[in-house]
């Protein structure tokens, strides 16, 4: 009996080995099948990364450029303000002068009166005192008459 148990573990035995080993040469012709298709992931992974780092190049490209246009535009405005602003203060100094030259015509204006009045008031009072002093001298010299006719010749 325990030959024939032998022979049957044998035959079982036998049976398993040929079953194992097909089945590892399914698995090697399945393992070389799933290596082909891993590189081929691979190759359709490393595709889809080196076009993905394409796009992501132009982007940044695209936002560079969009970047360097908006700082083109503000940095226009900004000098468009700075010559509005030169324009807007020129303008202030221009009428600051102006106005200060006026100022400055209308004060000398007023010196040329005030000299002209005080030369006037200088002569009009030259000419007054210059006038009571020859009243002062005729009254006296009338005076001295008077008293020169009134004094009696002694002779």
Same mark, same amino acid.
């Given at each position: 009996?325990? +030959? ?13 080995? /040929? ?9 090697? *012709? ?24 394409? +796009? ?23 000098? *468009? ?19 200060? /030259? ?7 204006? /007023?010196?040329? +009166? ?25 009254? +006296? ?15």
């Amino acid at each position: 009996w325990h +030959r024939f148990h032998e022979k049957i573990m044998d035959a079982v035995k036998s049976q398993l080995f /040929q079953q194992g080993e097909t089945i590892a040469k399914e698995m090697g *012709k399945n393992m070389g099948d799933w290596q082909s298709i891993a590189g081929q992931a691979k190759s359709i992974w490393e595709k889809e990364l080196d076009n993905t780092q394409h +796009r992501l190049n132009i982007l940044a490209q695209d936002y560079k450029a969009a970047l360097g246009s908006s700082f083109a535009v503000e940095l226009h405005e900004l000098r *468009k303000h700075a010559a509005e602003q030169q324009r807007f203060f020129q303008n202030e100094l221009g009428e600051m002068q102006r106005l200060q /030259q006026e100022e400055e015509e209308l004060q000398a204006g /007023q010196l040329r +009166r005030m000299r002209l009045t005080l030369v006037k008031w200088r002569h009009d009072y030259l000419k007054d005192a210059r006038r009571k002093a020859e009243e002062a001298a005729q009254h +006296r010299w009338a005076g001295l008459k008077a008293s020169v006719a009134n004094e009696p010749l002694s002779g």
